[in-house]
């Protein structure tokens, strides 16, 4: 089985910046050569959006319109680990961040049903 664990959430202005961390643990990705990984975001009253997703194989990445310039995901394999960095934060970014994970080829990276492994989520709060 693979556990996911999100940490790096606080409180921060508008304008400021924060990393977000996803360690994953068990049955680790480091064994395989293609995987993907992802980043989405559920504030109150919502539904769960999606942020950022990468995928090994072609070290492709994709975000959505709403992030795209400002965030960047990227991992660190020999720690297991990926990152989304939330540069310029908004009001609107506030949300729980929840990194997702899949082995193999993610076909649509927004969607929420590709990926089989979620964290727990981690809270952001950006105030204006």
């Known amino acids: 089985q693979v556990q996911l664990e999100e940490s790096g959430g606080g409180l921060v202005q508008a304008g400021g910046s924060l990393t977000l961390s996803c360690a994953t643990s068990?049955?680790?990705?480091?064994?395989?050569?293609?995987?993907?990984m992802g980043w989405f975001r559920q504030a109150p009253g919502k539904e769960r959006e999606f942020v950022a997703a990468l995928q090994t194989s072609t070290s492709n990445t994709y975000y959505s319109e709403s992030v795209k310039g400002r965030f960047t995901i990227s991992r660190d394999t020999g720690k297991n680990t990926v990152f989304l960095k939330m540069n310029s934060l908004k009001p609107e970014d506030t949300a729980v961040y929840f990194c997702a994970a899949r082995f193999g080829v993610v076909t649509a990276p927004q969607r929420s049903y590709e990926y089989s492994f979620w964290g727990q989520g981690t809270q952001v709060t950006v105030s204006s």
């Open positions: 068990g049955r680790t990705f480091s064994t395989f050569s293609n995987y993907a």
